[in-house]
T-cell receptor, first 115, second 115 residues
Framework: AQSVAQPEDQVNVAEGNPLTVKCTYS??????LFWYVQYPNRGLQFLLK??????LVKGSYGFEAEFNKSQTSFHLKKPSALVSDSALYFC?????????????FGTGTKLQVIP | DTEVTQTPKHLVMGMTNKKSLKCEQH?????MYWYKQKAKKPPELMFV???????INESVPSRFSPECPNSSLLNLHLHALQPEDSALYLC??????????????FGPGTRLTVT
């Protein structure tokens, strides 16, 4: 089965420090991977996606993600965390379902940026 | 316009009531989705519409009935719900073309409470 795993329920980082939110994937075939962010009582917002090509993907709000095929990982990174980055982050993978495509989300990682 | 709108924002209903959730997008997207999200959990896919046809039903109970009247609108009709159906209901949309990988755009959600 195609899935993603987020091993950390919560990540704490000091404002101004680099942040990493981890994601590993398990897929057969080519992996199509996404990161979304959710602020309290809001819908999800798309940050970035990996389809093919460069292993370093740049996205919205200064976020980037590194695709590593040998480690089956797709970690989300930002060089300098802001307090406003505090939110719930979901990694996701596209899976096939009866000829159609759908997205399966990881369990989510709460990012807390400490002033 | 990159917005998905959902109404109402909040809904409280009894177990014998009938109500509907509405979702609208004007981005020309031909795939639309309903998700259910419990607190601090990832969204769970309920239904997918592709070109106004139901393409995926994730074994959702019949007390939830989706409808896609046209390419911009998506409804979720609710009847005889249970208290455990209380959750945030998210609508999303995306482009839809064969062999292409697209991100989803989410609405802010409807917070549903079943009493």
């Amino acid at each position: 089965a195609q899935s993603v795993a987020q091993p950390e329920d919560q990540v704490n980082v000091a404002e101004g420090n680099p942040l990493t939110v981890k994601c590993t994937y398990s897929v057969s075939g080519n992996p199509y991977l996404f990161w979304y962010v959710q602020y309290p009582n809001r819908g999800l917002q798309f940050l970035l996606k990996y389809i093919t090509g460069d292993n370093l993907v740049k996205g919205s709000y200064g976020f980037e993600a590194e695709f590593n095929k040998s480690q089956t990982s797709f970690h989300l990174k930002k060089p300098s965390a802001l307090v406003s980055d505090s939110a719930l982050y979901f990694c996701a993978v596209r899976v096939a379902s009866g000829g159609y495509q759908k997205v399966t989300f990881g369990t989510g990682t709460k990012l807390q940026v400490i002033p | 316009d990159t917005e998905v709108t959902q109404t109402p924002k909040h809904l409280v209903m009894g177990m014998t009531n009938k109500k509907s959730l509405k979702c609208e997008q004007h981005m020309g997207h031909r795939a639309m989705y309903w998700y259910k999200q419990k607190a601090k959990k990832p969204p769970e896919l309920m239904f997918v519409y592709s070109y106004e046809k139901l393409s995926i039903n994730e074994s959702v109970p019949s007390r939830f009935s989706p409808e896609c009247p046209n390419s911009s609108l998506l409804n979720l009709h609710l009847h005889a719900l249970q208290p455990e159906d209380s959750a945030l209901y998210l609508c999303a949309s995306s482009q839809e073309r064969r062999e292409q990988v697209y991100e989803q755009y989410f609405g802010p959600g409807t917070r549903l409470t079943v009493t």
